[in-house]
């Protein structure tokens, strides 16, 4: 069973940084792409980024690109985000996931991902 908690949400200020981090178990975790995900109020779930299986390709959105990094220390089955220059903007509960298949590459449908964590919810506010 595959189980992904996500941490280290909570309240930034915006120009700040947050460091989010996923632990997966259940599946080999070096076999299977990951990414992030976000929800705000009343939006639909968007992609923020997303990492290959070995960590060699990532792939953001537009609206993050340049300010969050994506990484995953396969030794650890983590996968980490790290924000930086926050805005108000950023605020919305934040999802890992895990790719359906081991395939190469990055993806950033929804459709993409078989298992999700519960979420952790990140504030921009002063």
């Known amino acids: 069973q595959v189980q992904l908690v996500e941490s280290g949400g909570g309240l930034g200020q915006p120009g700040g940084s947050l460091r989010l981090a996923c632990a997966a178990s259940?599946?080999?975790?070096?076999?299977?792409?990951m990414g992030w995900f976000r929800q705000a109020p009343g939006k639909e779930r968007e992609f923020v980024a997303a990492?290959?299986?070995?960590?060699?390709?990532?792939e953001f959105a537009d609206s993050v690109k340049g300010r969050f990094t994506i990484s995953r220390d396969n030794t650890k089955n983590t996968m980490y985000l790290q924000m930086s220059s926050l805005k108000p903007e950023d605020t919305a509960v934040y999802y890992c996931a895990q790719r359906r298949t081991a395939s190469a590459g990055t993806r950033a449908s929804v459709e993409e991902y078989a298992y999700w964590g519960r979420g952790t919810q990140v504030t921009v506010a002063s």
């Open positions: 259940g599946r080999p975790f070096s076999h299977f792409g």
């Open positions: 990492i290959s299986w070995g960590g060699s390709s990532t």
